[in-house]
């Protein structure tokens, strides 16, 4: 793995409680399988097959696993993300890297090809965007940005979010 890479190594797997945390796995630029359809049996099945982390609030769910499991006790995002950090030393840049909504991955596009895409002012005040190519949601720099690293910061810090 180079370090100019955008890419992260460590790949997880969350069950279905953890949909928020998902999300934001995936702006941190990590590689998260996640199905609100899966059962406890397919999220291990892939976990170990893939070689992901598997990431549950079910303590049961663990027993079965074993090995590569992390069981997340909060149910507040700020403290499953904290929680994260101090296990496992996760960046939590916001990348450009991975969808937040699918988990595929996100392509530099040329401006004028989004142009009826986005908002006409978004277009007018932007440079640089970029397609996911699983579901070409349009994603550009600036307001995405600085929306999540605030949200992110109140999340961390205000016990009860
Ligand atoms: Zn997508």
Redesign the pocket.
């Known amino acids: 793995m180079h370090s100019d890479e955008k890419e992260r190594e460590l790949k997880f797997a969350a069950d279905r409680m953890l949909g928020r945390l998902t999300r934001w796995l995936r702006l941190f630029g990590y590689d998260t399988y996640y199905s609100p359809e899966a059962t406890p049996g397919q999220i291990i099945y892939i976990a170990t097959k893939e070689n992901r982390v598997l990431l549950t609030r079910r303590k049961k769910t663990c027993e079965l696993l074993k090995t590569n499991c992390f069981l997340i006790k909060s149910s507040k995002l700020g403290k499953q993300i904290k929680e994260l950090m101090d296990r496992f030393d996760i960046s939590t840049d916001i990348t450009y890297a991975r969808?937040?909504?699918?988990?595929?991955i996100?392509k530099p596009i040329e401006k004028r090809f989004v142009k009826s895409e986005v908002p006409e002012y978004t277009y007018i005040t932007h440079e640089q965007f970029y397609i996911?190519?699983?579901?070409?949601?349009i994603y550009w720099k600036g307001t995405h940005q600085q929306r999540a690293e605030a949200s992110l910061r109140r999340f961390l810090q205000d016990e009860d979010t």
């Open positions: 969808c937040s909504l699918c988990n595929s996100i996911c190519s699983g579901c070409h949601k």
